[in-house]
């Protein structure tokens, strides 16, 4: 049932506050201000010194968005990699290693296979899965449930988020094990928990807007997204969601590559998204879009109320986020993106819940 909505993929970007909310409710004590796992870990996360990470898709840009999370607050490293490329990479892993895999329908071909494969080399499977029921969810050690609920439209919206979500709280409960968490440290993060659904509500206010700019997208040949740290993954997800409902070729880069390449790409009438929250890492994308600006490139910041005035630069538009902590920002900024590359597909009429060529659930290779 799509409610009041036109597509299951609306009402889903909506239900976003609610089932991110739920989900954080069950990873956290949230009275007490601490991480409360719903499941005992078969490991003890002090006496890893890296783990890895495997996924597909939107799925694989939440794995690439905790790796910061683990990196800097865990202080764990990271390996990542699509699961279509380590599976057959059959990388070496230590027998008393963690792998997570990260899939909405616990049914994905590659995934899956990724998992056999780690297990079989006595790897811990941490399967952060939607489907409850899923034969990734039976297969994994401990099932790190996601709590989006049912999922309909073909491009992944709320379990991304919810994904976020859960790999949040276990960074956390990693960097706690670890001794790397002041007690204090824990509070502060779990209230930005805490507030998440608010600023997720607030995000969404600013559809109208949103709209504008998806108006005059739905006429770009080529879109370009920038970001850097964990506004990096959204860069992607920005391209991946635009490509998938509205066939418009989008590239998602690091900001830092800019001049490395893609920057070839820049004149006046390629639109450049660049996702900047005031972070520590802003200042840096600024002289990013400085060079956007120099020849004449179209720029969206996704940034803060004052990032707009911080660049100094002449935008073509900007949508405001509230302000909000930067550590878990991602997940507020999402909502953003998504519903730029809703809209886009929406003006040119495309259908945004069943976009052409691609599957719910990929279960073959
Ligand atoms: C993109 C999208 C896909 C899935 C990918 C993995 O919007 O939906 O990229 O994220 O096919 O699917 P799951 O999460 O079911 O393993």
Known sequence: DKGNYRHFMAKEIHEQPEVVGRTVAHY??????????????PFDPAK??????????????????????????????????VASEFRYREPPMSRDGVTIVISQSGETADTLASLRYAKAQ?????????????????????????????????????????????????????ARARGELTVEAE?????EFLALP???????????????????????????????????????????KLKELSYIHAEGYAAGE?????????????PVIVIAPPDGVFEK???????????GGRIVLIGGAGGAEAASLKLHASIVMPAMAPTFAAIV?????????YHTAVFMGKDADQPRNLAKSVTVE
């Open 48 to 81: 890893l010194d890296r783990i890895t990470i495997v996924a597909c898709g939107t799925a694989y840009i939440a794995g690439l968005t905790a790796k910061y999370w683990f990196e800097r607050i865990a202080r764990v490293a990271v390996d990542i990699d």
């Open 258 to 270: 800019l001049k490395h390449g893609p920057i070839a790409l820049v004149d006046e009438d390629l």
């Open 187 to 191: 509070a502060r993060y779990v209230a």
């Open 333 to 341: 900024y999402a909502l953003p993106v998504q519903l730029l590359a």
């Open 28 to 41: 956290t004590d949230l009275s007490a201000g601490r991480v409360a796992l719903p499941f005992e870990l």
């Open 122 to 174: 006595g790897q811990k499977i941490v399967g952060v899965v939607n489907v409850g029921s899923s034969t990734m969810a039976r297969e994994s050690d401990v099932q790190a449930l996601t709590l989006a609920g049912p999922e309909i439209g073909v491009a992944s919206t709320k379990a991304f988020t919810c994904q976020l979500a859960v790999l949040a709280c276990l960074a956390l409960a990693f």
């Open 198 to 240: 608010g600023l997720m509500a607030e995000a969404l206010k600013h559809e109208r807007d949103i709209e504008a700019v998806a108006h005059d997208l739905a006429r770009a040949r080529d879109v370009l997204y920038l970001g850097r740290g964990t506004a990096f993954p959204l860069a992607l997800e920005g391209a991946l």
């Open 285 to 295: 994308t600024v002289s990013n879009m400085q060079e956007v600006a120099a020849r």
